[in-house]
Structures are given as structure tokens and as C-alpha cells.
């Protein structure tokens, strides 16, 4: 009762969230209603069946008339306790005790390590091997070319958003000699842009955790904004806060006989959900910010009409992996910006929830996912029209290392061919195939040489 039922509406009341705790008191209600209100719970509160013979005031019965009794009783009770308290009851408790477990991992998490900015220092490089790539139709996406004005060429294009995805979580000058190996052409972290913005921003609408970087690409006048992606707690609560309709939504389809007839009502009632938690869900819209500075560098305009200071770019991109990978394709969608996600949620049921709404359309002609296997991130919402699936090597124990974005930049540069690009040493601590499918391209060179620090794992 205490941890159950006090406590939650308790922390409801305390947090002002009234529609929620309202909700919460009607279906605990409900719930109390058929726990206790029930035959089941009346005979294992008096302990007894006594009463349900047929003459009850017969009190000479013999050893095995009473015998028999007793065995229809003991019969009757399981019966009952089956109808009412069976194994499919004890499921939903451990689903439910599960999910409220989970989510106290999540929360204590986001208290312990706090919203740190989630850099890393670097990401090491070599060009002294390549790979070859498949020649086959096994990822038809290698090539972004169609409505996307890359950085550098078309011809490593996946990978090159790959890359950008990942180096959102990098230090500013991480980032920048990163890109600089990578591409081999000039490039900017515009962090005078995104600090400015950010102030004025926040100043108005108060503070955000969200994370990004804007890299400029002045030979082909392109601007890449790179949001990252899960970096601590309070980012996987706000994964959860803006996507659990959504997964509920899908989880009640799966179940459900002919569940997919309802694809088409779903984002109706993951809307209505939505509505009830409004205020909150809009304390973790991240999107808002990201959503305004895309229009922001887009247009070169501050929302007070003056032209913002700064280099500009006539062709806009965002990416981002995780979290910054869904945040890219509301933003794009939203903003009509060319988004290319890694391993991101999607947002084809919960479009009506965000401010403003996202159109279907909206979502097939600006959004692409990469989505690697086993990855449960990239699995949340439904798909839209345009995705690459990639494969992920690992071992069926650890589909955890499946949403890590090396290596899908690894798994992506061996399939489609590295093509001159750069190999992160991080490769060669994957499977052996990574090793194994290497063209050496500088004579004498080993991975010992040119990775050395990197071990197998």
C-alpha cells in the first residue's frame, strides 16, 4: 500500500502533475475494486468453506462423506483461486514489478551521474588499410544522394553521416581534427553559433541538457548539425517520457489478435495520452531547441528578426545517433530539412504529439534511419519510409553493443567500402572479420603500428 500507492501519488501531488495523479487514483480504484471484491479474496480472508454443503446441519457424517467434502472444497478453492489469482495474474505482477524496477534504475541513475556533457576526447583514425566493400545489392543506401547535398561526395555518404552522428559526442577540438582526417577538405565547429544561440535561447525559455554541434562546410557551402544522442540519466528519461506512449502503442498492437488493424488509430490515442501529461512532456522537449536553431541557421535569422553573426550555409542537415538521431527527424521534419538518423527513435505514431505536429508526408520526404539489428532504440515508434537496416556482428548475448555508433560505422565501412576514408582503430577491436576483410594500403603497416593501444576483445 505504502510503496504502491502512497508514495506514487504522493510524488504526483508534490511534482503538481494533477491530471496524471487523477488518472493514477481512478485506476487504483479500479484495481483495488477486483483485488479485494472478489470470492477468492473472501475465502482466503476467513480461511473456510464451511457452509457450501448440502445440509449443513447434518453433523454425524462419517470419515469419508467428510472426506469427500473436504475434497471438494480444497477443489472448489483452486478453481476460484485460479479464475482470479492464477498464473496470468502473477505474469502482469512481474511484468509490472519489472517495469517499475527499470524505471528506479533510470531515475536513480540521472540523480547519481547527473546531466554531464557527455564528451569524449577523441576517436582515433588510420588510412594505412581499407576496405574493399560487397559488391551486391546488400545496403542499396550507401549512397545518399537524392534531396541531401553532402559535406563532401555522394560516394561515402552513409558513412559520412555515420561519423557526424558520432562526433556530437566528441570535445570541439576532437571534433574538429576528426572531421578534418576524415573529410580532407576545410571544416568548422561553429561553436561561437551554437553558444550564442543557446544563450538567447535559454534566456527565454529556460534551461535545456540538450547537446549539439554545427559543422561547417565551406567548399560546398553545407552545415551539418550533429545532436547527441543518450549520454546519462535524465537523457534516457526523457527517452522514456517522450516515447513510452508510443512503445505502449506498439507493445498492445503486438499482442492484440489483428493488432496491425489499428495502426491507423494509434497516433490518436498515444495524442491523448500525450495530453494528459502535456506540461511535463514539455520540460523534455528537446526538439523545441533543436527544432528553433535548425530554423535559426536555416534562415539566418534570430527569432527577433535580426541576421544572426556567423558563417552561413545554403544547405542544412542534421543528424544525430540515439536520442539525437530522433530529435534530427523531428527537427527536419518539422523544419523541412534533410535529417539522417543512427539508431534513432522514430516518430511515425507519436507526430501529432510534438509542437507543432509532424505530418506523415513531412516524415517520408525529409527523415532517413540507419538501423542496425538487435538494436531496441531504433525499434521504438514505427519506421517511416526511408531506412537502411545494417547487421550487427556481436554475439546474441550483447545486443547492447548494437546501438553503439562505431560500430555501425564499422559495419557500414566494410559493407559498402571505406573508399579512401579513414578506419577507426575502434574496428579492430571488433570481430575478426574487421580484421580479416583489411587492405593494407601502406606497405609494412600493421595494426600494431598504426593502433597501438588497440587490443582484441
Request: aromatic fraction near 10%; charge should be negative.
Amino acid at each position: 500500500m505504502l510503496l504502491l500507492f502512497i508514495l506514487p501519488f504522493g510524488a504526483l501531488l508534490h511534482g503538481g502533475n494533477i491530471p496524471v495523479g487523477t488518472l493514477f487514483i481512478f485506476v487504483s480504484i479500479i484495481t483495488f475494486a477486483r483485488r479485494y471484491c472478489n470470492s477468492t479474496v473472501a475465502v482466503q480472508e476467513y480461511g473456510t468453506l464451511d457452509g457450501i454443503e448440502a445440509d449443513n446441519a447434518i453433523t454425524d457424517r462419517s470419515a469419508a462423506a467428510m472426506d469427500e467434502e473436504w475434497r471438494e472444497k480444497h477443489r472448489l478453492g483452486k478453481i476460484m483461486s485460479e479464475i482470479s489469482s492464477g498464473k496470468k495474474n502473477d505474469f502482469w505482477v512481474r511484468v509490472f514489478i519489472f517495469f517499475v524496477l527499470a524505471f528506479c534504475g533510470v531515475f536513480m541513475s540521472a540523480i547519481v551521474v547527473g546531466a554531464n556533457d557527455g564528451a569524449e576526447e577523441s576517436l582515433k583514425l588510420t588510412s594505412a588499410f581499407s576496405y574493399a566493400g560487397n559488391k551486391n545489392l546488400e545496403y542499396t543506401s550507401c549512397q545518399l544522394g537524392q534531396g541531401i547535398t553532402p559535406p563532401d561526395t555522394t560516394e561515402h555518404s552513409l558513412a559520412d553521416f555515420t561519423l557526424l552522428s558520432k562526433a556530437a559526442y566528441l570535445t570541439d577540438e576532437a571534433a574538429s581534427s576528426t572531421l578534418q582526417d576524415w573529410f580532407g577538405v576545410t571544416t568548422l565547429v561553429e561553436s561561437e553559433i551554437v553558444e550564442n544561440f543557446k544563450a538567447d535561447y535559454e534566456a527565454k525559455n529556460g534551461k535545456s541538457p540538450v547537446e549539439y554541434k554545427f559543422f561547417g562546410f565551406p567548399d560546398s557551402d553545407v552545415g551539418v548539425i550533429s545532436i547527441r544522442g543518450t549520454a546519462n540519466g535524465f537523457d534516457a528519461l526523457s527517452d522514456v517520457q517522450l516515447w513510452s506512449a508510443a512503445a505502449l502503442a506498439q507493445w498492445i498492437r503486438a499482442i492484440m489478435p489483428l493488432g496491425g488493424f489499428f495502426t491507423p488509430v494509434l497516433q490518436y490515442l498515444v495524442e491523448i495520452v500525450s495530453l494528459i501529461e502535456s506540461d511535463h512532456l514539455d520540460q523534455v522537449a528537446f526538439y523545441k531547441q533543436t527544432s528553433a536553431f535548425v530554423k535559426y541557421v536555416k534562415d539566418n535569422t534570430k527569432e527577433d528578426g535580426n541576421t544572426y553573426e556567423g558563417n552561413t550555409y545554403n544547405n542544412i542537415i542534421v543528424t544525430g545517433h540515439s536520442l539525437g538521431g530522433g530529435l534530427a527527424m523531428i527537427s527536419g521534419a518539422q523544419q523541412e530539412v534533410p535529417a539522417v538518423a543512427l539508431s534513432g527513435p522514430n516518430a511515425v505514431i507519436s507526430r501529432r504529439t510534438f509542437s507543432p505536429a509532424i505530418s506523415k508526408v513531412a516524415l517520408e520526404a525529409f527523415t532517413f534511419n540507419i538501423v542496425p539489428d538487435r538494436d531496441i532504440v531504433p525499434r521504438l515508434d514505427d519506421l517511416s519510409q526511408n531506412y537502411q537496416r545494417i547487421k550487427c556482428r556481436t554475439g546474441l548475448n550483447d545486443p547492447i553493443s548494437c546501438h553503439f555508433a562505431t560500430r555501425s560505422l564499422c559495419e557500414i565501412l566494410l559493407s559498402c567500402g571505406s573508399g579512401g576514408r579513414p578506419i577507426p582503430c575502434d574496428c579492430f577491436q571488433q570481430e575478426s572479420i574487421y580484421i580479416d576483410s583489411i587492405v593494407t594500403e601502406v606497405d609494412g603497416a600493421t595494426i600494431a603500428s598504426e593502433c597501438p593501444l588497440t587490443t582484441r576483445l
